[in-house]
């Protein structure tokens, strides 16, 4: 069974800037879709970013649109979100998730349900 770690969150202030990072092992990371949702408090877990499995495709929510940016080191297994500009409404926990795809047709996902594998969670919290 695959595992995904999430590292990187914490306190910051408005404006700063963090790395979020999400190491996979145990699976075949080049076939995965990866992606970032977060839940803030008292709201429905939502989108973030995404990559497709081959890196050709990357989506963003709007609310993440030229402020974070999302990549992966193959080498490393791992992706990382890079946040700038933070807003205090960015505060959520951020979770990380996997979409094994056998498809080389480059696709992304943008639905909690669409992803089988989810790491634990790393808190952001963003002071104003």
């Known amino acids: 069974q695959g595992q995904l770690v999430e590292s990187g969150g914490g306190l910051v202030q408005a404006g700063g800037s963090l790395r979020l990072s999400c190491a996979a092992s145990?699976?075949?990371?080049?076939?995965?879709?990866m992606g970032w949702f977060r839940r803030a408090p008292e709201k429905e877990r939502e989108f973030v970013a995404a990559i497709s499995q081959s890196d050709d495709y990357t989506a963003y929510a709007d609310s993440a649109k030229g402020r974070f940016t999302l990549s992966r080191d193959h080498a490393k297994n791992t992706v990382y979100l890079q946040m700038n500009i933070l807003k205090p409404e960015d505060t959520a926990v951020y979770y990380c998730a996997a979409k094994e795809v056998r498809t080389l047709f480059p696709v992304t996902y943008s639905k909690p349900w669409e992803y089988d594998l989810w790491g634990q969670g790393t808190q952001v919290t963003v002071s104003s």
């Open positions: 145990g699976r075949t990371f080049n076939r995965y879709v």
